[in-house]
């Protein structure tokens, strides 16, 4: 679903990224955009009870030096609290999909989901071999905590958000124009604080994941103090970060040094960060080939801060055994743009290139803006109309409320009680209702997913679910996150299925152990009473 831009606009995008935090002002024009003005913020010295304060005041600053003709804002985070998961449903109607989608990624969770903020995103449709349709949902979740920090932050800098959104949705933006639609390609946001790998095909997302390894790892691990010819040496988080963008990742041990820092210490800090970072990487396109059975990509494009460490592309390459390519901004500036600065602030083009389509935003409603002027204006007016309304109402029927105040007082009082009595009464009313429909032989989809998901301990997750009516057979394709033990939690599966009220009969199909990933992929039949 989009929308249609107007033939020029100015807006503004902020990508917060830890310690640095980028802003962006630009004018789009219908695919065409042009950077008016960007500002980058480091917070690398600065303690963290006092990071929030400097970044409100630089950000005035920097909103002063740009002049912004509005004060909408399109916001990318980028964030170790993120999580993004790939999940498939029957075909349920709309108002159905994010109850069913919960019961799917709860146990995928460690906070409750009182505390975290969701959105998904329709990714594609399948048929199974029975011929059922399949419905495949990105979804994405954020602690609330992070997010209300966001809206404090730019409530404080006087701006209106219109969505917040993650680096993996936007950036499909950015791959060239030649590339062959038809064919999957990868994008690897190297940022600060993590690293976004995302698929897409048709200029469309297929799958995401966000792995907690960002350039902060490698400035942290620099940062260890080591024994050198007898003295104790550290570097500081700026002088680490200046060590990744002159020598980076050294090819061969040295015995030179940088400012009296040994080289061949250098990528002895790193390594531990860099092949855990190639683990997860592989991990991912193993993932994606084998578990989700999507092609593999035909090259990854590499973005983000990251890419201004040396010899970053080489080392990649020559682990994972991809080719890679710098993901190129398509971009008019009125003046030079540093390479950190074209790296850092690619999340925020694509984010403004993305502003008509549909795409996950993490914004609470309660913030979200209206974008048409005229409708605003009708909003005012009609708000101001039904306020002075109510304030006659309210003046007309005073002394009529002052005789029923304590009324009102003895019902507040007694109101928990009534609502617990309403709770009970419809509780009563689904188990009569389960009763019935199970007696009469039908199936309600959204039982059957929150069935399956109480009966699937917290190790274990489904990733697909195929439902054969006529047989009335569902077939459960999960992933166990543990390298043993495996016999025991597929053995507390299926005695959780048989102390079920809806399902029965299970029946292991097939078990296959991955040890050296931690994992074991299992496919099991459950008969529907």
């Given at each position: ?73 399109l ?9 993004v ?27 409750s ?33 992070e ?90 988080p ?12 050294p ?32 991990r991912s ?16 494009f ?83 109309i ?15 409320s ?116 931690g ?11």
């Open positions: 679903m989009k929308t249609q831009l107007a033939k020029k606009r100015k807006i503004l995008a902020l990508d917060l990224d830890g310690e640095l935090t980028t802003l962006a002002y630009a004018e789009l024009e219908k695919e065409k955009i042009k950077l008016l003005g960007i500002k980058t913020i480091f917070l690398l010295d600065i303690e963290e009870a006092e990071q929030e304060k400097e970044l409100i005041e630089k950000l005035s600053r920097s909103l002063k030096e740009l002049s912004p003709a509005g004060r909408e804002v916001v990318c985070l980028h964030s170790g609290s993120l999580y998961g790939r999940y498939a449903l029957p075909d349920l109607p709309p108002k159905e999909i994010p109850k069913a989608l919960r019961w799917q990624f709860k146990e995928a969770i460690s906070e989901e009182e505390n975290i903020i969701f959105d998904y995103l329709f990714v594609k449709e399948t048929v199974d071999a029975e011929g059922l349709k399949q419905k495949h949902y990105l979804v994405c979740l954020v602690s609330k905590k997010i209300d920090y966001i809206c404090r932050i730019i409530e404080k800098i006087n701006l209106e958000p219109r969505r917040i959104t993650i680096p993996s949705f936007p950036l499909f933006k950015l791959l060239p124009a030649d590339i062959d639609l038809q064919k999957t390609y990868a994008i690897l946001d190297f940022s600060w604080t993590v690293c976004a790998f995302s698929f897409y095909q048709n200029k469309q997302i297929l799958f995401s994941r966000i792995i907690p390894i960002g350039v902060k790892n490698l400035i942290n691990a620099l940062c260890i103090s080591i024994v050198y010819k007898g003295n104790k040496l550290s570097l500081n700026e002088k680490a970060w200046q060590v990744l963008k002159e020598v980076g990742i090819e061969e041990v040295s015995e030179a040094e940088w400012q009296g820092f040994p080289l061949s210490q250098i990528l002895v800090l790193m390594r531990p960060e860099l092949e855990r970072l190639s683990t997860e990487l592989i396109l193993d993932y994606f080939s084998l578990t989700l059975k999507e092609k593999n990509p035909e090259k990854i590499l973005t983000g801060i990251g890419t201004s460490i040396k010899g970053l592309p080489k080392y990649l390459m020559h682990n994972i055994h991809y080719p890679l390519a710098e993901l190129l901004s398509p971009v008019e500036s009125g003046s030079e743009l540093s390479p950190q600065e074209r790296n850092t602030v690619s999340c925020s083009l694509g984010n403004l290139l993305s502003l008509p389509d549909k795409t996950i935003n993490l914004l609470p409603l309660g913030y979200r803006i209206e974008r048409m002027p005229v409708i605003q204006k009708t909003i005012r007016i009609s708000s101001l039904i306020s002075l309304s109510m304030l006659g109402s309210i003046i007309l029927t005073l002394p009529k002052i005789i029923q105040r304590k009324e009102l007082a003895l019902f507040k009082k007694h109101t928990p009680y009534f609502e617990k009595l309403k709770e009970l009464n419809r509780e009563l009313r689904r188990r009569e209702e389960i009763k019935s429909i199970i007696s009469q032989g039908k199936i309600n989809f959204s039982w059957i997913i929150q069935e399956i998901s109480a009966v699937i301990p917290p190790k274990a997750i489904i990733s697909q679910l195929n439902l054969n009516k006529s047989t009335r057979t569902i077939e459960l394709l999960g992933i166990i996150f543990s390298g043993e033990f495996v016999e025991n939690i597929v053995a507390e599966i299926m005695k959780n299925i048989n102390n079920s009220k809806i399902l029965f009969e299970p029946k292991l199909e097939s078990i296959k152990k991955a040890p050296e990933r994992i074991a992929e299992f496919k099991m039949k459950v008969k529907v009473r």
